[in-house]
């Protein structure tokens, strides 16, 4: 690659990754939508440029990101998962695989990455994992609970959720290792789907993944679900953990799998754009809509919204 073009993709690029740090630590609503953007810029450049400029892009992005935050944080691993995850689809958009090992062999990756990371960090801190872990959640609670009430949420309803934020740290450590596994599948999926006009703009090669809005979870996933339910009614505290963790962890499965069938009908219909964008928006904000959505993917094994032929069928 010619240099002068190298060098300004890096700086293209540690760019517009500092901006969007930027939006997500300071407008806290918009910053979490920006947050999915974030592997986007080094995925597009390792594609384009090759590892030597994506790295660039990373080292000097993080820097630029602890001199934002102004020292070393939990915040810091996040943006450094974020960024890896763009690098790694990079690095398996060239191997051709599909979707699913795509996204089980990124996620896995970050995930094993953060948790070293994590590890590391509270050796460097010396803080202990789970005095890290319940701080940060405590902290993240006391500013959801001022972003509520910057929206003009009633005192009603900020005392009572400011009366439960014991509670409701309770369940959120016990829950974060799904949680955390949830979100990067999410993470990576958004990656997948917001790259693909990026690519198709630029006439960059994308790998053929096939029709998503046919894909399907394995079969066999549905007896994991119902398992993690019934050890919910279980005795015992681990149980209801473990429970809560593999149903939390599932139900990402099949929302994906829901969003699937929502865009099969999206498509067969020729909904708008805007409309679609509209209506994926409503999905997001409206947790019914996401439950529902969440419904279809899990009951579609029997239901088969879709209608699609079994395979071997004509």
């Known amino acids: 690659m010619n240099r002068s073009i190298e060098t300004r993709d890096i700086a293209t690029g540690i760019v517009i990754t500092s901006l969007i740090v930027v939006v997500v630590l300071y407008l806290p609503i918009l910053g979490f939508f920006c947050s999915l953007l974030l592997p986007l810029p080094i995925l597009f450049f390792r594609s384009k440029g090759g590892r030597k400029t994506a790295g660039i892009i990373g080292i000097l992005s993080l820097v630029g990101m602890a001199m ?17 995850i763009g690098f790694l689809l990079g690095e398996l958009f060239e191997k051709d695989f599909g979707v699913e090992i795509t996204m089980l062999y990124t996620a896995g990756v970050v995930i094993l990455a953060g948790t070293v990371g994590l590890f590391v960090y509270s050796g460097w801190s010396s803080r202990g994992v789970m005095d890290l872990i319940s701080e940060y959640v405590a902290t993240n609670l006391e500013m959801t609970l001022a972003v509520y009430e910057g929206m003009g949420v009633s005192e009603e309803s900020i005392h009572r959720i400011a009366s439960s934020l014991d509670q409701i740290q309770y369940v959120l450590i016990r829950a974060l290792p799904a949680l955390y596994v949830a979100s990067t599948m999410f993470v990576v999926w958004t990656s997948l789907l917001l790259s693909k006009p990026i690519f ?26 119902i398992g993690s339910a019934i050890l919910l009614f279980l005795p015992g505290k681990p149980l209801k953990v473990l429970g809560l963790n593999g149903l939390i962890v599932l139900m990402m499965v099949y929302f994906f799998q829901g969003i699937a069938i929502v865009s099969f009908y999206f498509e067969k219909k020729k909904f708008p754009v805007m409309l679609r964008v509209f209506l994926y928006c409503l999905i997001a904000l409206q947790q019914f809509l996401l439950v529902l959505v969440i419904g279809c993917g899990f009951f579609d094994m029997w239901l088969n919204f879709r209608k699609l032929e079994a395979p071997g069928n004509s």
């Open 68 to 84: 934002i935050t102004g020292a070393v944080s939990v915040d810091l691993l996040f943006f450094v998962e974020f960024l890896l």
């Open 200 to 225: 198709r703009t630029r006439a960059m090669p994308y790998p053929d993944f096939g029709v998503l809005n046919q894909w399907k979870a394995p079969e066999s996933l549905v007896w994991a679900a």
